[in-house]
């Protein structure tokens, strides 16, 4: 799964399970935020919104494990 990492200066810090790599902003569909899954399609990185909204459910049943 991708996921964008950061935004900065420009460039989105993609990440695929360890690895790392950088696309410029440009190459971003136009709703896509730090945290969002993507997938690539014809050579622009789009928001996998079914993907985006299991990982935020994720980290927020984690968060909330924490306060438990």
């Not at 420009?10 to 969002?36: C, M, Q, W, Y």
């Not at 050579?43 to 990982?55: F, R, V």
Request: proline share 1%.
């Amino acid at each position: 799964m991708l996921i964008v990492d950061r935004i900065e200066d420009g460039t989105a810090v993609i990440e695929n399970e360890d690895k790392h790599f950088e696309v410029p902003v440009s190459k971003l569909g136009a709703d896509v935020r730090e945290g969002d899954a993507v997938i690539c399609e014809k050579g622009i990185y789009i928001k996998d919104t079914a993907a985006s909204e299991k990982l935020r459910s994720e980290i927020i049943k984690l968060q909330n494990e924490l306060w438990e």
